[in-house]
């Protein structure tokens, strides 16, 4: 099992542009979030879906957009990169079958926005 | 409104003593705690969890403590390995699915 994985590992936008970043689980987790990381504040929640076909926001969901077609894929779309949005950002899943919602970690996009 | 805090930005101890790692929170109604551990270039990985209902859970070396009276859980890893080094983060929840993650603390372990 892969677990969570993401692509691109690495982008480099310029302010304006637009991207689409991708993350797949082999888990059969219901639950798929995005979150950024940001030197000094932790993780924090974009938006996180609870099944397929369904999405909502998280703690800063501004500028970015997300769809989940199929249950094992979860999409975070920026429509107009700006310098604010250059962050690692993390994908996650997890069960809600689990007693503690233990969510698996993907390895991360470097994105920067010049 | 920061619900979870980790105040220590670093920690630095010496191999083979105990690392404490500490986390506060404000909201009364999380139903479980974690801690996640991250190394540079990765994902964060799944540490250790505990239940609003419990005060202790041991794993190892890990063992986390919560206090809910005051609010605040604690990372106790004993004894310290140099491969410990890494950011550690605290995580809340609810029976919602969402976490609430802290700052984190970056522990650094000394050979």
């Known amino acids: 099992n892969a677990g969570v994985t993401q692509t691109p590992k690495f982008r480099v936008l310029k302010t304006g542009q637009s991207m689409t970043l991708l993350c797949a689980q082999d888990?059969?987790?219901?639950?798929m979030y995005w979150y950024r990381q940001d030197p000094g504040m932790g993780l924090r929640l974009i938006h996180y879906?609870?099944?397929?076909?369904?999405?909502a926001k998280g703690e800063v969901p501004d500028g970015y957009n997300v769809s989940r077609l199929k249950k094992q894929n979860f999409l975070l779309g920026l429509e107009s990169a700006a310098p604010s949005q250059t962050s690692v950002y993390f994908c996650?899943?997890?069960?809600?079958?689990?007693?503690?919602?233990?969510?698996?970690f993907g390895p991360g996009t470097r994105l920067t926005v010049l | 409104d920061q619900q979870v805090k980790q105040n220590s930005p670093s920690l630095s101890v010496q191999e083979g003593r105990i690392s404490i790692l500490n986390c506060d929170y404000t909201?009364?109604?999380?139903?479980?705690f974690l801690w996640y551990k991250k190394y540079p270039a990765e994902g964060p990985t799944f540490l250790i969890s505990?239940?609003?209902?419990?005060d202790k859970n041991e794993d190892g070396r890990f063992t986390v403590f919560l206090n809910k009276s005051a609010k605040h859980l604690s990372l106790h890893i004993v004894p310290s390995q140099p491969g410990d080094s890494a950011v550690y983060f605290c995580?809340?929840?609810?029976?919602?699915?969402?976490?609430?993650f802290g700052q984190g603390t970056t522990l650094q372990v000394k050979p």
């Open positions: 996650a899943s997890s069960s809600p079958r689990s007693s503690t919602d233990t969510q698996y």
């Open positions: 888990m059969n987790h219901e639950y």
């Open positions: 995580a809340a929840g609810r029976d919602t699915g969402k976490l609430i």
């Open positions: 909201n009364s109604m999380f139903d479980y």
């Open positions: 505990i239940s609003s209902i419990k």
């Open positions: 879906s609870v099944g397929e076909g369904t999405t």
